[in-house]
């Protein structure tokens, strides 16, 4: 799967994080979950509090078929700010 050409990004605050035409199309934020295209897969906000909780469920998305480093990418970008962590810098 490839978040080359047909990506799209937006902010994290305008809902829309990631869209591929090879993705399930967006990654949006709703009653508490981080929802993957429109519903077809979902992570509940509050099994992400913790940077290991984050890693995990990367881990766990990255397994998936659908899934490509720029929705990785995303999760974490998205999963982040809602928990209020700052995203980190490289040294």
Do not use: H
């Not at 992570?43 to 998936?64: N, R």
């Not at 078929?65 to 040294?91: E, M, T």
């Amino acid at each position: 799967m490839s978040g080359g050409t047909g990506s799209q990004r937006t902010s994290i605050r305008g809902e829309i994080i990631m869209s591929s035409s090879n993705s399930p199309a967006f990654i949006t934020v709703e009653n508490g979950n981080i929802i993957f295209g429109g519903g077809q897969y979902y992570v509940p906000l509050t099994s992400c509090e913790t940077w290991e909780d984050i890693v995990g469920w990367s881990l766990q998305l990255s397994e998936k078929s659908w899934v490509d480093s720029g929705i990785i990418s995303s999760f974490i970008i998205l999963a982040l700010s809602q928990n209020g962590f700052k995203r980190p810098s490289l040294r």
